[in-house]
């Protein structure tokens, strides 16, 4: 199971940092997020062994993906707020090591999803 928490509302230009707890074993983690009447989109991963990182180019450079293993969570950092980054953000994770990394249907288990506001 995952718990994915740390969503609010912001000023553009703002921060915030997200975190999801699994409570098993995963090999990749990743965020997604699904704004109002658009299909839920890829964010960024992260390989649990060796900490690879893979970023969506509309968040390069603004977010960071890292995790704590000893906490078995993952954390979204998010600098730079812009109004288009408002949406539901889950967290996911791969049960299996799938080289695939972007895709919804690789991932094996959903956070709640938690809502992130940026305000113009």
């Known amino acids: 199971q995952l718990q994915a928490s740390g969503g609010g509302l912001v000023a553009a230009g703002g921060s915030l940092r997200l975190s999801c707890v699994a409570s098993?074993?995963?090999?990749?983690m990743g965020w997604f997020r699904q704004a109002p009447g658009k299909e839920r989109e890829f964010v960024a991963a992260?390989?649990?062994?060796?900490?690879?990182?893979y970023y969506a180019d509309s968040v390069k450079g603004r977010f960071t993906i890292s995790r704590e293993n000893a906490k078995n969570t993952v954390y979204l950092q998010m600098n730079r707020l812009k109004p288009e980054d408002t949406a539901v953000y889950y967290c996911a994770a791969q049960g299996v090591p799938y080289t695939d990394y972007e895709a919804e249907s690789k991932y094996h288990y959903w956070g709640q999803g938690t809502q992130v506001t940026v305000s113009s």
């Open positions: 098993g074993r995963t090999f990749i």
């Open positions: 992260i390989r649990w062994s060796g900490g690879s990182t």
